[in-house]
């Protein structure tokens, strides 16, 4: 079982960086596989990224590809996304995710393969 809390969200400006984590709680073995959504007002959420912990290679939505980078410590448990080049629809709650199995590349954008979810940490990006 996983525990996941975000923190790091805030009020920025557009162009400007953010960096997101999650403490992830409980048995991160390899074959543990964490995500970012984000989800703005009135829209469903979506996939921004996933990193599997054994690999340490981040996978990407192609709104954020080249912008944003999720990386991983596992001496701290914690799961890491930096957001640069913000834009104003970058703005909604970003959730982290994360399942206990090595999930393969084409399930790792689709929600219902994490079954541990944080409360979410609000970002705001003003023009």
């Known amino acids: 079982q996983l525990q996941l809390v975000e923190s790091g969200g805030g009020l920025v400006q557009a162009g400007d960086p953010l960096r997101l984590s999650c403490v992830v709680s409980?048995?991160?073995?390899?074959?543990?596989?964490t995500a970012w959504f984000r989800q703005a007002p009135g829209k469903e959420r979506e996939f921004v990224a996933a990193?599997?912990?054994?690999?340490?290679?981040?996978y990407y939505a192609d709104s954020v590809r080249g912008r944003f980078t999720v990386s991983r410590d596992k001496a701290s448990n914690t799961m890491y996304l930096q957001m640069n080049s913000l834009k104003p629809d970058d703005t909604a709650v970003y959730f982290c995710?994360?399942?206990?199995?090595?999930?393969?590349?084409?399930?790792?954008?689709?929600?219902?393969?994490?079954?541990?979810w944080g409360q979410g940490t609000q970002v705001t990006v003003s023009s």
């Open positions: 409980g048995r991160t073995a390899s074959g543990t596989t």
């Open positions: 990193i599997r912990w054994g690999l340490n290679n981040g």
């Open positions: 995710a994360g399942t206990s199995r090595n999930l393969i590349l084409s399930t790792m954008g689709l929600s219902g393969e994490y079954n541990y």
